[in-house]
């Protein structure tokens, strides 16, 4: 009888500590399998990583210096316009000492940003379509021009073959299993100490596990100072709305399907200047106004209760790691 008791008095707490203790937040970035084929109605403006190559494998004794580099992103078409902005890209460089040459990775999307970002509302389909994949892109040479101009080409640290070979490995492994970029960073507040709802996962976060990848091998970084760009959504708690099949199938919610077309639709490439006036109030009415934001995070759908200031773009420092002990001969 007392435990009966209890529970109705406590029951509420219960049931709210047994909610909490199932979230977990920021939402775990999903990983897959293997990476599907892209179909052919995803197109990009530029070609994916035009020159790419195979990440070559170096000599035990080989030393390689490691360059962090940042320019702004679409630096070729526009210069430093985006720097003003602090909407940055982000890549590593490494130079070998043996072989006398230099090399780039970078992580970004095979579609654009925008495509990445939002998706197309295709005739015939109740779901949207979306050409949201990001994947790795190594070639031979640094832009020493591109890097240097408006942004960053700075040593950061060097490291052995041995620990470059691992590394590769690695690299092989989180892009085939990494294959969804996802622009946002959700949190609660502007306040760096606010809960993170979901992390995005775009060139910069690449660069950092990357980074933290070497420190794991050994690698000892300088201490300078590196900040990153995040493009972040402010929100209350965001509401769990189901997958693709759930949302939009035969079975699916046609209220809320309707809601999240009607919500990406002023999202759409815009074809005149009036057009886009047209769907930017339409944008502000949904967001701003009425708080409203439909999030597309490891193939499901999230309602956002969205909170002032909204959106904002960070650019913030995260320290480069602190290397281990262990090294991989360096």
């Not at 959504?233 to 509401?239: I, K, N, T």
């Not at 002032?308 to 420092?317: D, R």
Request: aromatic share 18%.
């Amino acid at each position: 009888f007392l435990l009966l008791l209890l529970a109705a008095a406590w029951g509420p707490c219960f049931s709210e500590i047994l909610r909490s203790s199932q979230r977990r937040w920021p939402v775990p970035y999903r990983r897959f399998d293997y990476r599907p084929k892209t179909d052919p109605y995803c197109q990009a403006r530029y070609t994916f990583c035009p020159t790419g190559s195979a990440i070559p494998v170096m000599k035990e004794e080989d030393v390689i210096e490691v360059y962090r580099l940042q320019a702004p992103v679409w630096e070729f078409k526009y210069g430093d316009l985006l720097g003003h902005l602090k909407i940055m890209h982000d890549a590593v460089g490494f130079r070998s000492s043996l072989m006398g040459k230099n090399y780039t990775m970078e992580w970004y999307e095979l579609f654009q940003l925008g495509n990445c970002t939002f998706p197309h509302l295709r005739p015939g389909m109740d779901a949207p379509f979306w050409c949201n994949q990001g994947a790795a892109c190594f070639y031979e040479g640094i832009d020493d021009a591109h890097w240097k101009e408006n942004g960053t080409l700075v040593l950061v640290t060097t490291i052995s073959g041995i620990m470059f070979n691992e590394m590769a490995k690695w690299v092989k492994y989180d892009n085939e299993t990494g294959i969804y970029y996802e622009t946002w960073t959700v949190q609660a507040s502007p306040d760096k100490q606010s809960v993170v709802w979901f992390d995005s996962y775009e060139c910069s976060k690449f660069i950092l596990r990357t980074y933290q990848k070497l420190a794991d091998l050994g690698a000892v970084f300088k201490k300078i100072q590196t900040n990153y760009t995040s493009v972040v959504l402010f929100s209350g708690e965001p509401v769990y709305l189901g997958n693709e099949t759930s949302v939009f199938g035969p079975q699916g919610n046609k209220t809320l399907a309707a809601a999240i077309r009607d919500f990406y639709y002023p999202f759409k490439p815009h074809q005149t200047v009036r057009e886009f006036f047209v769907d930017l109030i339409k944008i502000i009415d949904h967001v701003i106004l009425n708080h409203q934001f439909y999030l597309f995070y490891n193939l499901e759908y999230w309602f956002l209760p969205m909170k002032f200031p909204y959106l904002k773009v960070v650019y913030e420092e995260v320290p480069l790691p602190t290397g281990s002990k262990t090294s991989f001969g360096v």
